[in-house]
């Protein structure tokens, strides 16, 4: 959380976290729960408390302090690095609070046998391959160069090898996933001819319920346990039936007006009263996080019913059409996402009039004061 100034909720149900990490333990034998980003705007600590009772033993966040602060919240819990050491700092924190850091340069295998000599421990790295995203990680073709330079260090020990798949969540691109997958192998049967006994992960969300034959040793599960389902809008939609949303965000109506025809609403007159029409204004804008680019095209649920939003949002204020609510008063409760209700708004609509995914949406609105509703 960092947005304390404002009248907007965010609410989390962690059964429902619960729930989505238990369907996904019924596609995928060994999930490791990605709770980075703070639980992509769930609450880092909280998540990670509710999926440790749960059952879940090894976690990743993203950069190395969020790493130590995941150790802090659940000793018990092996917990993995994505983003690995990118400073001093990180280098040391990764001895001294035995973190399982992505590594993937031999610059970052150095500095890491470096500071873990100057801590008198032993480190375990996961090797991260590039097999199609280009951005971190080894090449596939430096696999037996890596295992050439493990072979001189005294203090770094890798325990897995990684990589990340690029469309695993988009069926029309489902062979880029298999050639992904190929590359990975022929990387882990290079390993393994060194004596390189290292657990493989691959999956994301998307492989978990539409790539098996991807699964390996270890998952990654991301933004199917906050209830997006990854094939929502495809032809693989029906794969990710069954996850539950676990956020829900709401503020509240300040005041409630009624405008007379040809009277414009908000900044640059972008929307004009056709009739007269009982407009309403909502306590949340950009500075909320609710991103300016919701302009006349998001709605918003109030007493069980969607109402649109007319004109710009602007920074704290947003208004919408209430003609068709008449019990609405100022004061009640109004959802941005998320509601009770058939007409409830989900995060993948949101993201859609935002012009953006549910990564965004969750990780942005998770920024205001959260709420844990069970």
Aim: glycine share 10%; proline share 5%; net charge negative.
């Amino acid at each position: 959380m960092s947005i304390w100034y404002n009248h907007v909720r965010t609410r989390i149900r962690l059964k429902a976290l619960v729930d989505n990490y238990r369907l996904i333990r019924t596609r995928a034998t060994n999930p490791a729960p990605v709770i980075k980003s703070d639980a992509y705007g769930h609450g880092l600590p909280e998540a990670a408390a509710a999926l440790f009772a749960a059952g879940a033993r090894t976690m990743a966040a993203g950069t190395v302090g969020e790493a130590a602060v995941l150790k802090d919240t659940v000793p018990e819990v092996e917990v993995i690095s994505l983003l690995g050491p990118l400073d001093t700092a990180d280098y040391a924190c990764v001895c001294e609070r035995d973190i399982v850091a992505f590594v993937g340069s031999t610059e970052q295998l150095l500095l890491l046998e470096e500071a873990a000599r100057l801590a008198g421990t032993t480190v375990r790295v996961a090797l991260k391959f590039d097999t199609g995203m280009a951005r971190l990680g080894f090449a596939v073709d430096e696999a037996a160069g890596v295992a050439d330079t493990l072979d001189g260090l005294e203090h770094v020990r890798a325990t897995m090898a990684c990589s990340h798949l690029a469309t695993a969540d988009d069926p029309g691109q489902a062979e880029y996933a298999q050639e992904q997958g190929g590359r990975f192998a022929r990387i882990l049967k290079a390993l393994h001819a060194r004596g390189l006994d290292v657990r493989a992960s691959l999956a994301n969300s998307g492989a978990i319920f539409g790539h098996p034959a991807l699964h390996h040793d270890l998952q990654r599960p991301g933004i199917a346990l906050y209830g997006a389902n990854p094939f929502h809008g495809t032809p693989w939609e029906a794969k990710g039936h069954g996850l539950q949303p676990a956020m829900q965000v709401s503020s509240r109506l300040v005041q409630i007006r009624t405008i007379p025809a040809g009277q414009s609403v908000s900044y640059g007159r972008t929307f004009t009263a056709p009739a007269e029409m009982r407009i309403g204004i909502v306590a949340v804008g950009y500075a909320d996080n609710y991103s300016r680019g919701l302009s006349a095209k998001a709605q918003m649920l109030i007493h069980g019913k969607r109402v649109p939003v007319l004109g710009r949002v602007c920074m704290q204020l947003t208004a919408v059409d209430l003609s068709h609510v008449p019990e609405a008063a100022a004061g009640d409760e109004i959802f941005m996402l998320g509601g009770a209700g058939p007409a409830a708004i989900s995060a993948e609509e949101l993201a859609g009039w935002w012009g953006t995914i549910t990564y965004e949406v969750f990780c942005l609105l998770g920024q205001n004061p959260r709420e844990y509703v069970d």
